[in-house]
C-alpha cells in the first residue's frame, strides 16, 4: 500500500489523501511553479497511526526513508551528512485547512556535526546557528511538549545580559550560549536527551504531526467548524528554503485579493531575514508587501506574476506563503484564503463579473452561515461621533461591538457565561485563546499583523476583531491596559470596531445592516435558483419589517403569545385566565380584543400582500401568571380578589411536565372563547386593512400542537364559524385559510386524516424533535453537550434537524397529506427553518417553504439556492 507521495505524484484533486497543503504543493510543482521539493505522508498514514496504537509501522517507516533518499538526489544534499546537509521541515497538512491549530517544525536535520556543515556551504556561521537554535526551540516546543514561553523567556534573558532589542543582533557565541541553555533546558524538562540522530528527529516529527490532529485546540477547533474527526491530517516533508540568510532573504504571506473587504489587490506582509513561523506568530511586526516592490523590485513582479497564475488555476482567492532565500523566490504553500463574509460577497461577485467562474459558483461559493456576518450591526454615526476614541489599531475582522473586557480566556469565558458581554484584550492571542475568543464578542490585540493568529481565527469566526493595536500598553497580569494617561481595567466597557481599527471608550449603540451593492446582487442570483419560498417567524411589525428587507416573502408563524405579555393588556389576559365563568372570561378577552386586533393590523400593513400565517395561542396558561408571593400580592391587589384565592388558582394551574401538558389546541378545545377571540381579531384586522389601505390580507390561521382528527375537526369549525360571523355582519370577505402544525408525531402519523381538514400543514420541528426523542426543549441542554462530545450526536437535533428519525415524520406526513390533498400548502417554522443543512433536505423533500427568524432570511434564501444549484 502506498503511503507517501512525492510532490511529483500528486495533484490538487488529491486532497483527501494527501492533505489540502500536499495536494497543492503538488498541483503548483505540476505547473511549473518554483516549489522546493518534498513528499506526503498521507493521511491515511495517520489513521493507521492511530489503528496500531499510536506507532508508526514498518512499512510506512521505509517508504519514508525511500522518498528522503529521493529527496536527497533531487537537492543534492544529504540528509544528516557533515559537509552538505539535507534540512527539512515537517509540516501538518489536513484536509480542511485548519490554520494555526496543527503544528510545524522547520530545520530539522541539525545537530551539532550538520551545523558546522551547513555554516561552511553557506558561508554564514550566524545563520546556521540562528537555524539551529530555532529548530531546538521548535523541536522542544511540538515534539516535546515543552511549554514556548520557557524557550522565550532563556531568549529573553539572554538577550537583556547582551543588551540587545532584536534577537538578529545577537551574536554567533550568544547564538552557541543558546543552544546550550535550550539542550538544558529539554533535558531539565524532557528528561531526555535533545536527539542528534536527524533520522530519529524525523520519525519523532512526524509521530508529533500525527498527535497533533488530536490535541485540544485542533479538537475544539474541529467542533466550532464541524469538521469531522476522523480525516487525519498529512504531513508534509519538504527541503527547507532560507529567508533568514540576511537582509537579502526573507518570508512572507499574501493574499491575492483582500481577505477583510475582497478588494482585487495583493494583499499581504513580509519580515527581511526571518523564517515562517516569525509572521504567523505575529512577534514582530511585519512590513506590507507593497514595501517588497522597492526591496527587491524583480522578486515582487516574479511574485506578483505567480499570483496571478495561480488565481487563474484554482479560480479562487489564494493564501500564499513564500520564502526568498538570498534573492530566489520560493512558494511553499497556496491555498484558497480565509475571508470574511464582506470579502468572500465582493469576490464572488467580482469573480463572476470578470467571467472566472460563473453565476452558480458564484452562489455556491458563499458559505450561508457566514454570511450572517453581513447582518451585523455597525455603529450608529450619530453615537460614533459623540464616541470618545482612545486608540487605533489594524481593522482586521470587521462588525462593531461593545462589552466589558477581560485580559485573558478564562476570565473573558467566565464573565461571558455568566451572561455579559465580553472583549477579549490580549498582548497577542495564542491557539490556547480559543475559547475566550468563543465567547467574546470581539477581539482586540496589541501586537501581530492582519495575518496574525488573532487576525486569521476571527475572520474565519466572523468576530469583530482589532489587532496590532500597538498604542494600548496592556498588562496582562494586571488585569488593564493604558491608552493615552488612562487606565481601563478589567469590567470596564469599551467599544471597538472592526472596519475601522477604531476602539473608543464606553458603550455606543449599533444598527442593522442591510442587502445592498455586491451583498443584493448575490442575493438576486440565488433567488434565480432557488425553488424553495423562504418566510419569516415574526411577531412584530418591526420584525417583519426587517424581515421584508431581508427579502422574507411572508411570515410562516406569527406566535401570538407574545403579544399578550405587553405592559397594557397582561392584566386582562391573567383576569382571563382566572375567571370563574365563561361570561367572566369573554369579559377580559373583549378587553383584549382590540389590542389583538391593532397588533394583526401592525403586521399586515408591514407584510403588504405577502401570506401571513398566524398560529392561535399555543402555551400553557400559568405561563402568564406571577410565581413569587410578593408579585401574587400585588395582583391580587389590581384584580380584587383574596391573595390566598389567588395563589390557589395559580397553584391549579401548575403542570408537572406543561410542555406535554395543557397547551396547543387542547386550549382551544377547553376555552375556545381565546381562540374566539383570535379569530375575530384575525379577520377585522384583514377587513379594516382591506377598507383603509387596499391591501388584499389572506390571513392562514394555524392550530398548534394538533394530534388528533377531531381536535382540528371541532377547532376548524369554531374558526369558521367566528369568520362567517364577522364577516356577514360587516358585509365583505376575507379569503382566509385553515391549517394546523404538525408538531404532534400522531399528527405525522395520521397526516391523511388530518388534511382532510387543513389546507395548509407547518411543521413545527421544535415540538415534533422534542416528543420524537423524548427530550424536553428546556432541560435538553442539560446533557446534549455530553452527547456531543461522546458522539452519539454529531450536533444538536434541536439545532439541526435529525434527518433520520423526525426527517422521517415529515417526510411521511408530506406524502400522507398530498394523498388526501393535492394541493396542501407544506412549510417549515421550527428552528431548523433557517439551518443550511436542514434547508437542503426540506429542499429535498419537497416542502414548499422554510420560515425562520428575521436575520436568517438571507441565510435561508442562500441555502435554498445552494440546495436547488
Ligand atoms: C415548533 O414547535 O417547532 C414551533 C415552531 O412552535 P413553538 O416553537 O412556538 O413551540
Ligand atoms: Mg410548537
Redesign the pocket.
Given at each position: 500500500k502506498k503511503y507517501v507521495y512525492f510532490f511529483s505524484e500528486g495533484n490538487k484533486e488529491m486532497k483527501s489523501l494527501l492533505g489540502g497543503k500536499g495536494a497543492n504543493l503538488a498541483e503548483m510543482n505540476k505547473i511549473g511553479l518554483p516549489v522546493p521539493p518534498g513528499f506526503t505522508i498521507t493521511t491515511k498514514a495517520c489513521n493507521r497511526y492511530y489503528e496500531c496504537d499510536r506507532e508508526i509501522d514498518k512499512e510506512i517507516k521505509e517508504q519514508i526513508f525511500n522518498n528522503l533518499k529521493i529527496l536527497e538526489r533531487e537537492t543534492g544534499k544529504v540528509f544528516g551528512d557533515s559537509e552538505n546537509p539535507l534540512l527539512v521541515s515537517v509540516r501538518s497538512g489536513a484536509v480542511i485547512s485548519m490554520p494555526g491549530m496543527m503544528d510545524t517544525v522547520l530545520n530539522l536535520g541539525l545537530n551539532d556535526i550538520t551545523v558546522k556543515g551547513l555554516s561552511k556551504k553557506t558561508n554564514n556561521e550566524r545563520f546556521a546557528y540562528d537555524s539551529y537554535r530555532r529548530f531546538i526551540q521548535m523541536f522542544g516546543d511540538v515534539v516535546l511538549g515543552i511549554p514556548k514561553y520557557k524557550f522565550d523567556s532563556v531568549l529573553e534573558k539572554v538577550k537583556m545580559e547582551k543588551r540587545v532589542e532584536n534577537d538578529t543582533e545577537l551574536t554567533i557565541d550568544d547564538l552557541r550560549e543558546m543552544i546550550k541553555k535550550y539542550k538544558d533546558l529539554i533535558k531539565k524538562e524532557a528528561r531526555i536527551d535533545f536527539p542528534d540522530n536527524p533520522e530519529e528527529q524525523l520519525m519523532m516529527a512526524v509521530k508529533a504531526v500525527f498527535d497533533s490532529w488530536n490535541n485540544s485546540r485542533a479538537i475544539v477547533y474541529r467542533k466550532i467548524n464541524d469538521i469531522p474527526h476522523h480525516l487525519g491530517t498529512a504531513v508534509n516533508v519538504q527541503s527547507m528554503v532560507f529567508g533568514n540568510m540576511g537582509e537579502n532573504s526573507g518570508t512572507g504571506v499574501a493574499f491575492t485579493r483582500h481577505p477583510s473587504t475582497g478588494k482585487k489587490e495583493i494583499f499581504g506582509e513580509f519580515l527581511l531575514n526571518a523564517q515562517g513561523e516569525d509572521v504567523v506568530a505575529g512577534i514582530r511586526t511585519p512590513k506590507p508587501i507593497s514595501e517588497l516592490k522597492n526591496i527587491m523590485p524583480k522578486v515582487y513582479d516574479e511574485f506578483v506574476k505567480i499570483t496571478e497564475i495561480l488565481e487563474n488555476h484554482y479560480k479562487d482567492m489564494q493564501d500564499i506563503e513564500f520564502t526568498i532565500e538570498e534573492g530566489k523566490l520560493y512558494i511553499l504553500q497556496t491555498r484558497n484564503g480565509k475571508r470574511t463574509a464582506k470579502a468572500a460577497v465582493n469576490i464572488a461577485v467580482d469573480m463572476a463579473n470578470e467571467g472566472l467562474i460563473d453565476k452558480k459558483t458564484a452562489v455556491m461559493r458563499i458559505d450561508p452561515q457566514q454570511i450572517g456576518q453581513l447582518l451585523y450591526p455597525t455603529f450608529k454615526s450619530e453615537e460614533l461621533k459623540k464616541a470618545k476614541k482612545i486608540a487605533e489599531g489594524l481593522p482586521a475582522s470587521p462588525g462593531a461591538a461593545t462589552g466589558k473586557i477581560y485580559f485573558n480566556a478564562e476570565d473573558a469565558v467566565k464573565a461571558a457565561d455568566s451572561g455579559e458581554k465580553v472583549i477579549l484584550v490580549r498582548v497577542e492571542t495564542s491557539p490556547e485563546d480559543i475559547e475566550g475568543m468563543v465567547k467574546a464578542e470581539a477581539i482586540l490585540t496589541a501586537r501581530g499583523g492582519m495575518t496574525s493568529h488573532a487576525a486569521v481565527v476571527a475572520r474565519g469566526m466572523g468576530k469583530c476583531c482589532v489587532a496590532g493595536c500597538g498604542e494600548i500598553r496592556i498588562e496582562e497580569h494586571n488585569k488593564l491596559f493604558r491608552a493615552g494617561d488612562k487606565v481601563y481595567r478589567e469590567g470596564d466597557f469599551i467599544s471597538i470596531d472592526g472596519n475601522t481599527g477604531k476602539v473608543y471608550e464606553g458603550i455606543i449603540e449599533t444598527k442593522d445592516a442591510d442587502l445592498i451593492g455586491n451583498f443584493g446582487v448575490l442575493m438576486e442570483w440565488a433567488d434565480e435558483f432557488r425553488r424553495l419560498r423562504v418566510r419569516t417567524?415574526a411577531d412584530t411589525p418591526r420584525d417583519s419589517e426587517i424581515a421584508v428587507k431581508f427579502g422574507a416573502e411572508g411570515i410562516g408563524?406569527c406566535?401570538t403569545e407574545h403579544m399578550f405579555f405587553k405592559e397594557n393588556r397582561i392584566l386582562a389576559v391573567r383576569e382571563m385566565i382566572i375567571s370563574k365563568t365563561v361570561e367572566e372570561r369573554k369579559k377580559a378577552l373583549d378587553k383584549l380584543l382590540p389590542f389583538q386586533k391593532e397588533d394583526f393590523i401592525g403586521i399586515f400593513r408591514a407584510m403588504g400582500c405577502r401570506p401571513v400565517t398566524i398560529?392561535l395561542l399555543?402555551p400553557p396558561l400559568h405561563e402568564f401568571l406571577p410565581n413569587k408571593d410578593e408579585d401574587i400580592k400585588i395582583l391580587a391587589k389590581e384584580i380584587g380578589v383574596e391573595f390566598n384565592a389567588l395563589k390557589d388558582k395559580i397553584e391549579e394551574l401548575k403542570e408537572f411536565n406543561p410542555m406535554l401538558g395543557h397547551r396547543g389546541c387542547r386550549l382551544g378545545i377547553t376555552y375556545p372563547e381565546i381562540y374566539e377571540m383570535q379569530v375575530k381579531a384575525i379577520i377585522l384586522a384583514a377587513i379594516e386593512v382591506k377598507e383603509k389601505f387596499g391591501i388584499e390580507i389572506k390571513p392562514e390561521i394555524m392550530i398548534?400542537l394538533v394530534g388528533i382528527e377531531r381536535e382540528i375537526e371541532i377547532i376548524k369549525q369554531l374558526i369558521n364559524q367566528t369568520a362567517e360571523n364577522i364577516m356577514s355582519e360587516k358585509g365583505m370577505k376575507i379569503a382566509y385559510k385553515v391549517g394546523t402544525?404538525i408538531?404532534v408525531p400522531r399528527a405525522a402519523l395520521i397526516a391523511d386524516k388530518i388534511a382532510k381538514h387543513a389546507e395548509f400543514f407547518s411543521?413545527?420541528?421544535?415540538?415534533?424533535t422534542?416528543m420524537t426523542f423524548g427530550f424536553s426543549r428546556d432541560d435538553s441542554g442539560k446533557f446534549i453537550n455530553e452527547y456531543r462530545e461522546k458522539e452519539i450526536f454529531e450536533k444538536d437535533p434541536f439545532a439541526r434537524l435529525d434527518q433520520v428519525g423526525v426527517g422521517k415524520l415529515v417526510e411521511m406526513a408530506i406524502n400522507l397529506g398530498r394523498q388526501t390533498r393535492k394541493d396542501i400548502k407544506l412549510g417549515i417554522?421550527?428552528?431548523h427553518g433557517g439551518e443550511p443543512q436542514s434547508i437542503d433536505f426540506f429542499h429535498r423533500i419537497g416542502l414548499d417553504y422554510v420560515s425562520c427568524s428575521p436575520y436568517r432570511v438571507p441565510i435561508a434564501r442562500l441555502a435554498a439556492a445552494q440546495a436547488a444549484i
Amino acid at each position: 500500500k502506498k503511503y507517501v507521495y512525492f510532490f511529483s505524484e500528486g495533484n490538487k484533486e488529491m486532497k483527501s489523501l494527501l492533505g489540502g497543503k500536499g495536494a497543492n504543493l503538488a498541483e503548483m510543482n505540476k505547473i511549473g511553479l518554483p516549489v522546493p521539493p518534498g513528499f506526503t505522508i498521507t493521511t491515511k498514514a495517520c489513521n493507521r497511526y492511530y489503528e496500531c496504537d499510536r506507532e508508526i509501522d514498518k512499512e510506512i517507516k521505509e517508504q519514508i526513508f525511500n522518498n528522503l533518499k529521493i529527496l536527497e538526489r533531487e537537492t543534492g544534499k544529504v540528509f544528516g551528512d557533515s559537509e552538505n546537509p539535507l534540512l527539512v521541515s515537517v509540516r501538518s497538512g489536513a484536509v480542511i485547512s485548519m490554520p494555526g491549530m496543527m503544528d510545524t517544525v522547520l530545520n530539522l536535520g541539525l545537530n551539532d556535526i550538520t551545523v558546522k556543515g551547513l555554516s561552511k556551504k553557506t558561508n554564514n556561521e550566524r545563520f546556521a546557528y540562528d537555524s539551529y537554535r530555532r529548530f531546538i526551540q521548535m523541536f522542544g516546543d511540538v515534539v516535546l511538549g515543552i511549554p514556548k514561553y520557557k524557550f522565550d523567556s532563556v531568549l529573553e534573558k539572554v538577550k537583556m545580559e547582551k543588551r540587545v532589542e532584536n534577537d538578529t543582533e545577537l551574536t554567533i557565541d550568544d547564538l552557541r550560549e543558546m543552544i546550550k541553555k535550550y539542550k538544558d533546558l529539554i533535558k531539565k524538562e524532557a528528561r531526555i536527551d535533545f536527539p542528534d540522530n536527524p533520522e530519529e528527529q524525523l520519525m519523532m516529527a512526524v509521530k508529533a504531526v500525527f498527535d497533533s490532529w488530536n490535541n485540544s485546540r485542533a479538537i475544539v477547533y474541529r467542533k466550532i467548524n464541524d469538521i469531522p474527526h476522523h480525516l487525519g491530517t498529512a504531513v508534509n516533508v519538504q527541503s527547507m528554503v532560507f529567508g533568514n540568510m540576511g537582509e537579502n532573504s526573507g518570508t512572507g504571506v499574501a493574499f491575492t485579493r483582500h481577505p477583510s473587504t475582497g478588494k482585487k489587490e495583493i494583499f499581504g506582509e513580509f519580515l527581511l531575514n526571518a523564517q515562517g513561523e516569525d509572521v504567523v506568530a505575529g512577534i514582530r511586526t511585519p512590513k506590507p508587501i507593497s514595501e517588497l516592490k522597492n526591496i527587491m523590485p524583480k522578486v515582487y513582479d516574479e511574485f506578483v506574476k505567480i499570483t496571478e497564475i495561480l488565481e487563474n488555476h484554482y479560480k479562487d482567492m489564494q493564501d500564499i506563503e513564500f520564502t526568498i532565500e538570498e534573492g530566489k523566490l520560493y512558494i511553499l504553500q497556496t491555498r484558497n484564503g480565509k475571508r470574511t463574509a464582506k470579502a468572500a460577497v465582493n469576490i464572488a461577485v467580482d469573480m463572476a463579473n470578470e467571467g472566472l467562474i460563473d453565476k452558480k459558483t458564484a452562489v455556491m461559493r458563499i458559505d450561508p452561515q457566514q454570511i450572517g456576518q453581513l447582518l451585523y450591526p455597525t455603529f450608529k454615526s450619530e453615537e460614533l461621533k459623540k464616541a470618545k476614541k482612545i486608540a487605533e489599531g489594524l481593522p482586521a475582522s470587521p462588525g462593531a461591538a461593545t462589552g466589558k473586557i477581560y485580559f485573558n480566556a478564562e476570565d473573558a469565558v467566565k464573565a461571558a457565561d455568566s451572561g455579559e458581554k465580553v472583549i477579549l484584550v490580549r498582548v497577542e492571542t495564542s491557539p490556547e485563546d480559543i475559547e475566550g475568543m468563543v465567547k467574546a464578542e470581539a477581539i482586540l490585540t496589541a501586537r501581530g499583523g492582519m495575518t496574525s493568529h488573532a487576525a486569521v481565527v476571527a475572520r474565519g469566526m466572523g468576530k469583530c476583531c482589532v489587532a496590532g493595536c500597538g498604542e494600548i500598553r496592556i498588562e496582562e497580569h494586571n488585569k488593564l491596559f493604558r491608552a493615552g494617561d488612562k487606565v481601563y481595567r478589567e469590567g470596564d466597557f469599551i467599544s471597538i470596531d472592526g472596519n475601522t481599527g477604531k476602539v473608543y471608550e464606553g458603550i455606543i449603540e449599533t444598527k442593522d445592516a442591510d442587502l445592498i451593492g455586491n451583498f443584493g446582487v448575490l442575493m438576486e442570483w440565488a433567488d434565480e435558483f432557488r425553488r424553495l419560498r423562504v418566510r419569516t417567524n415574526a411577531d412584530t411589525p418591526r420584525d417583519s419589517e426587517i424581515a421584508v428587507k431581508f427579502g422574507a416573502e411572508g411570515i410562516g408563524l406569527c406566535r401570538t403569545e407574545h403579544m399578550f405579555f405587553k405592559e397594557n393588556r397582561i392584566l386582562a389576559v391573567r383576569e382571563m385566565i382566572i375567571s370563574k365563568t365563561v361570561e367572566e372570561r369573554k369579559k377580559a378577552l373583549d378587553k383584549l380584543l382590540p389590542f389583538q386586533k391593532e397588533d394583526f393590523i401592525g403586521i399586515f400593513r408591514a407584510m403588504g400582500c405577502r401570506p401571513v400565517t398566524i398560529r392561535l395561542l399555543d402555551p400553557p396558561l400559568h405561563e402568564f401568571l406571577p410565581n413569587k408571593d410578593e408579585d401574587i400580592k400585588i395582583l391580587a391587589k389590581e384584580i380584587g380578589v383574596e391573595f390566598n384565592a389567588l395563589k390557589d388558582k395559580i397553584e391549579e394551574l401548575k403542570e408537572f411536565n406543561p410542555m406535554l401538558g395543557h397547551r396547543g389546541c387542547r386550549l382551544g378545545i377547553t376555552y375556545p372563547e381565546i381562540y374566539e377571540m383570535q379569530v375575530k381579531a384575525i379577520i377585522l384586522a384583514a377587513i379594516e386593512v382591506k377598507e383603509k389601505f387596499g391591501i388584499e390580507i389572506k390571513p392562514e390561521i394555524m392550530i398548534p400542537l394538533v394530534g388528533i382528527e377531531r381536535e382540528i375537526e371541532i377547532i376548524k369549525q369554531l374558526i369558521n364559524q367566528t369568520a362567517e360571523n364577522i364577516m356577514s355582519e360587516k358585509g365583505m370577505k376575507i379569503a382566509y385559510k385553515v391549517g394546523t402544525m404538525i408538531e404532534v408525531p400522531r399528527a405525522a402519523l395520521i397526516a391523511d386524516k388530518i388534511a382532510k381538514h387543513a389546507e395548509f400543514f407547518s411543521f413545527g420541528t421544535n415540538d415534533l424533535t422534542q416528543m420524537t426523542f423524548g427530550f424536553s426543549r428546556d432541560d435538553s441542554g442539560k446533557f446534549i453537550n455530553e452527547y456531543r462530545e461522546k458522539e452519539i450526536f454529531e450536533k444538536d437535533p434541536f439545532a439541526r434537524l435529525d434527518q433520520v428519525g423526525v426527517g422521517k415524520l415529515v417526510e411521511m406526513a408530506i406524502n400522507l397529506g398530498r394523498q388526501t390533498r393535492k394541493d396542501i400548502k407544506l412549510g417549515i417554522c421550527g428552528e431548523h427553518g433557517g439551518e443550511p443543512q436542514s434547508i437542503d433536505f426540506f429542499h429535498r423533500i419537497g416542502l414548499d417553504y422554510v420560515s425562520c427568524s428575521p436575520y436568517r432570511v438571507p441565510i435561508a434564501r442562500l441555502a435554498a439556492a445552494q440546495a436547488a444549484i
